[in-house]
C-alpha cells in the first residue's frame, strides 16, 4: 500500500503546500481521499491518470475538501474515461454535492462514463465499497460541518490506513482507527493554539497524537497545517512526539508514505 500526499495545507494554501488530498494505492485499485486543489495535475505528478481512479472519497465538504472535485470529474471526461467511478459523500450533505456538480452541469457535460454517487450514512458497520483488493469503511468525525473518517483496508497486505479528514480529537476516532498502520490525522494547530482548535472544530498536534495513542496506531502523519503562523513543521513533529511514541510524519506535498 502506498499513500501519496497530493496537498498537506489547511484552507490557506502557500507556495509549498495546496489544500489537503489523498492518493492510497491498495492493490491495484485507485482511491482519492478529498478533492481540493487541483488533484488532476497530482496525479499525473504520480504517473498515473486520474481516468485510472475508482473511488473518490469526501470526508466534508469545505470548500478546500472538494472544490477540485467538478474539475477533475471534467477533466476525466476529457481523457475519455469510460468505467463508472464511485463518488463517496456524507449523506446528509448530497444536496450540497449536488448544488456542487449542478452549478458546473458537470453530470450532463460528463458523457463518457457515469458518476455513481453514494451518500454515507452516520452509522455503517459493513464496508461502504470492496474490490478483490481493498475494503473501505466509514467512521465518525466531529467538526462544524458534518464529516467522516475512512479506513482503507488492503486486503492482500492486510495494511491499514485512516484519514480524519478535520475533527476535533475523538475516543470514538481513536476506537475506529484501533491498530492502524498509519493514522493521518489532522493537525491544524499547535496547542499554543488549542483554543482555535476547539472554536473551528480542529485538533492541535499534540491532540492528534494522544489519538494516535489511544488508538495503538503504528505510525501517525500530520496534516492540514494552519500556515498563517509560520510555524515549522518540525515544531508539530516534536510536540506530538512528546505523547506518541511510534514514528510521526510530517508529509510534505507529493511525498509518498510506503506501508
Ligand atoms: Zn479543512
Ligand atoms: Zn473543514
Redesign the pocket.
Known amino acids: 500500500m502506498k499513500v501519496h500526499f497530493l496537498g498537506t495545507a489547511s ?1 490557506l494554501v502557500t507556495r509549498d503546500r495546496d489544500n489537503s488530498s489523498l492518493l492510497v494505492e491498495s492493490g491495484s485499485d485507485l482511491i482519492l481521499l478529498d478533492c481540493g486543489g487541483n488533484p488532476a495535475g497530482k496525479i499525473l505528478y504520480f504517473n498515473y491518470r486520474p481516468a485510472d481512479l475508482n473511488a473518490v472519497f469526501l470526508t ?1 465538504l ?1 470548500i ?2 472538494c472544490y477540485g472535485l467538478p474539475a477533475l470529474l471534467f477533466h476525466m471526461f476529457l481523457e475519455k474515461r469510460t468505467t463508472s467511478l464511485e463518488l463517496f459523500c456524507p449523506e446528509e450533505e448530497f444536496s450540497a454535492l449536488n448544488g456542487q456538480l449542478s452549478s458546473h452541469d458537470i453530470e450532463n457535460d460528463v458523457r463518457t462514463y457515469s458518476i455513481h454517487k453514494n451518500p454515507v450514512p452516520l452509522q455503517e458497520t459493513s464496508a461502504l465499497w470492496e474490490t478483490d483488493d481493498t475494503l473501505v469503511y466509514a467512521g465518525p468525525a466531529f ?3 458534518p ?1 467522516r473518517a475512512y479506513r482503507v483496508i488492503e486486503k492482500k497486505s492486510g495494511r491499514t490506513v485512516v484519514f480524519t ?2 475533527t476535533i480529537p475523538s475516543d470514538e476516532v481513536a476506537k475506529f482507527a484501533m491498530n492502524v498502520d498509519l493514522l493521518v490525522h489532522e493537525a491544524t494547530y499547535l496547542e499554543s493554539h488549542s483554543d482555535l482548535a476547539s472554536e473551528y ?1 480542529h485538533s492541535t498536534a499534540g491532540q492528534a497524537a494522544q489519538i494516535a495513542l489511544k488508538a495503538n496506531a503504528r505510525a501517525l502523519a500530520l496534516i492540514h497545517f494552519e500556515c498563517l503562523s509560520g510555524s515549522s513543521v518540525e515544531e508539530y513533529r516534536s510536540e506530538a512526539a512528546r505523547i506518541f511514541k511510534g514514528r510521526i510524519y510530517t508529509p510534505d506535498d507529493l511525498s509518498t508514505l510506503h506501508l
Request: negative net charge; glycine residues 16%; aromatic residues 0%.
Open positions: 484552507a466534508h469545505h478546500d475538501h467538526h462544524s460541518r464529516t479528514g478535520d472544530g
